[in-house]
């Protein structure tokens, strides 16, 4: 599971990286910058929910050790 989680993780950081290397600097409020604005924030959420699913199993881990 902890595998699997590392790669989720690298995937949402790859998708973040991205999106912000397309960000249109000159023109700031387009619509296409709207969508990758959205793309960063859904592969922040996706780090968060990572970092909550990891203290989950450490969790249940020092359970199972007591």
């Given amino acids: 599971m ?5 790669i ?4 949402a950081v790859s998708i973040i990286i ?3 290397f397309q960000i249109d600097l000159e023109n ?4 296409e910058n709207f969508n990758y ?7 922040f959420s996706c780090l968060i929910i990572m ?4 203290l989950n199993e450490k969790i249940n881990k ?3 050790n007591n």
Avoid at 2 to 6: H, Q, T
């Fill in 37 to 43: 604005g959205i793309m960063i924030l859904a592969g």
């Fill in 28 to 31: 700031f409020f387009s619509k």
């Fill in 18 to 20: 991205f999106n912000l």
């Fill in 51 to 54: 970092r909550i699913m990891m």
């Fill in 8 to 11: 989720i993780s690298l995937a």
């Fill in 62 to 64: 020092a359970k199972k």
């Fill in 2 to 6: 902890k595998i699997l989680i590392y």
